[in-house]
């Protein structure tokens, strides 16, 4: 659903109010027919919803469902792990503020069962869960496999980190290495993926700084690819699109396929404010732009 730069670039903007094709198409520089197409997949998937607000000639805006807001708490993750490992020295794009407690904004990720953050470690998948991804059921779509697309909107952390990991298969990847994982055959078995693709995805993570590759046999040379500390802090964003997953058409709501160790329940994951402990909504957001050269925006 919003694995390709396009539907994240058109979600992203739906999320800072933009409803109108024409505004859509104009912020993006997107080809009509390739934003016609995400509009109408994110509508068939039920993350946005169109309504007319002209009928001659007849004209729709896109607004964000509940299933379309509920990805926040991704969008959370991603923005704090871009802001903590990709931002140098000029600092992070956007600022966040919780209108709830009235301070900055810093996501954290807790167990919802004992309130108690989530570690990497402490995370359990059950290896007999993995298997590979389910085949798409929109393979008329071009999907696009440049990940520099992902900065191509407003710059925020979210594309900046999307395109740090590349594409859907970088995220497979580091759910399987946070799942134990560490062998090219054990990753090629599960996702059934060329091979090729897979060596340029694994160098892809490697390069980026999620993994890092270690000889465990020298003859012949075989490797293994582990989590480092930067890919371990990527935790919150795969355990949170996980949970947004697992509401999906066709999920099953009970998934105990992930427990977190420090209690033994089934792990759902919650992002709260760092300060005030409460469930981040998006509508107690103010979003603070920092465009280069331009002075912040703020908005909610």
């Known amino acids: 659903m919003i694995g390709d730069p396009w539907s994240f670039l058109v979600h992203q903007e739906a999320f800072f109010g933009v409803r109108r094709f024409d505004d859509f198409q104009r912020n993006l520089n997107v080809a009509r027919n390739t934003l016609t197409d995400r509009l109408a997949l994110l509508v068939r998937h039920g993350l946005l919803k169109k309504d007319v607000y002209l ?76 298997k590979g991804p389910a085949p798409t059921k929109d393979s008329s779509l071009r999907y696009s496999s440049r990940p520099e697309l992902y900065t191509a909107g407003r710059q925020t952390s979210v594309g900046r980190t999307l395109a740090a990991v590349g594409d859907r298969w970088g995220f497979f990847l580091l759910w399987l290495a946070l799942a134990g994982i560490s062998k090219f055959d054990h990753f090629h078995r599960i996702l059934g993926i060329a091979r090729t693709t897979l060596t340029a995805r694994l160098e892809r993570l490697t390069h980026e700084g999620f993994l890092e590759r270690t000889l465990y046999q020298s003859r012949p040379a075989r490797y293994g690819y582990h989590l480092t500390e930067k890919g371990r802090a990527f935790t919150p964003v795969l355990l949170t699109l996980f949970e947004w ?56």
């Open 55 to 130: 009928t001659r000639p007849q004209r729709y805006e896109y607004r964000l469902t509940q299933r379309g807001l509920d990805t926040y708490p991704y969008a959370l993750a991603l923005t704090q792990w871009g802001d903590q490992w990709l931002s140098g020295t000029d600092g992070p794009p956007i600022m966040l503020r919780h209108i709830t407690c009235g301070k900055p904004l810093v996501p954290l990720g807790i167990c919802g069962s004992c309130r108690r953050r989530v570690h990497p470690e402490d995370v359990l998948i059950n290896p007999t869960s993995l």
């Open 245 to 300: 997953g697992k509401g999906g058409p066709g999920a099953d709501a009970g998934d105990v396929s992930v427990l977190h160790k420090a209690c033994g329940d089934p792990l759902q994951i919650q992002m709260v404010c760092e300060h005030c402990k409460e469930i981040v909504d998006p509508r107690d957001v103010k979003v603070i732009e920092r465009p280069l050269g331009q002075p912040a925006k703020e908005a909610r």
